[in-house]
């Protein structure tokens, strides 16, 4: 099955060190000449905005930070919608860095039961499409987040939960890895091109084997 959507609410969303803040961050400066003729609302990745004002939060309470997190997007990704709505534009697209299923990663059922009554399947489902971004092991290329502090063996059981919960959604597409991060920026934003007023596959296996 296919589905087409004049606006496509797409996320973001990998391991840690993935690359896909880098790549985000890159698409935001060219968003003038990025999909010209489409009207692009980014939405920046929520924990960034609010570790700065207290780095220790997300390990001393966890289920507050994921909330506040969680909040944060909503409201932001909202408001961007908000946006594209009132724009002429015939073509709309909304980009988030991660998205809000990803309190699932961080907190176990019955935490994230205490901050939300939605599934994952009801958290993401808001996202019409997912790039999920392989991780790209080395320290030249990093998410782009400065308060990490995850060890080698928590990064990789962070990579696994994050496959697990988003390789769920029907439309996610898998961007691969590359020698060099201008080679992953254009993989993404040729992607961003197909996807935008498109027909996108609703079937992962069929995305799969097309690649």
């Not at 907190?107 to 994230?112: A, I, P, T």
């Amino acid at each position: 099955m296919r589905i087409s959507c004049e606006l496509e609410n797409i996320a973001f969303v990998g391991g840690p060190c993935s690359g896909k803040t880098s790549v985000f961050e890159a698409l935001r400066a060219r968003e003038g000449q990025l999909l010209p003729g489409v009207c692009i609302s980014f939405i920046e990745e929520a924990a960034t905005k609010l570790l700065p004002r207290d780095p220790t939060l997300s390990r001393r309470d966890p289920v507050w930070f994921q909330y506040q997190v969680s909040l944060w997007q909503y409201m932001e990704e909202d408001r961007g919608m908000e946006r594209l709505f009132r724009s002429d534009a015939p073509l709309k697209i909304q980009i988030s860095d991660r998205g809000v299923a990803d309190a699932y990663i961080y907190l176990n059922e019955q935490q994230v039961g205490q901050m939300t009554d939605q599934s994952p399947d009801e958290m993401m489902h808001r996202y019409t499409a997912v790039l999920y971004f392989e991780p790209f092991h080395s320290q030249c290329l990093t998410d782009g987040n400065e308060f990490r502090v995850e060890q080698a063996d928590e990064m990789a059981a962070l990579e696994a939960k994050t496959r697990a919960i988003w390789q769920r959604h029907p439309n996610i597409v898998f961007v691969p890895t590359f020698a060099t991060i201008e080679e992953r920026i254009a993989y993404t934003e040729a992607l961003l091109a197909q996807l935008i007023g498109r027909e996108i596959f609703t079937d992962t296996k069929a995305l799969l084997l097309s690649e």
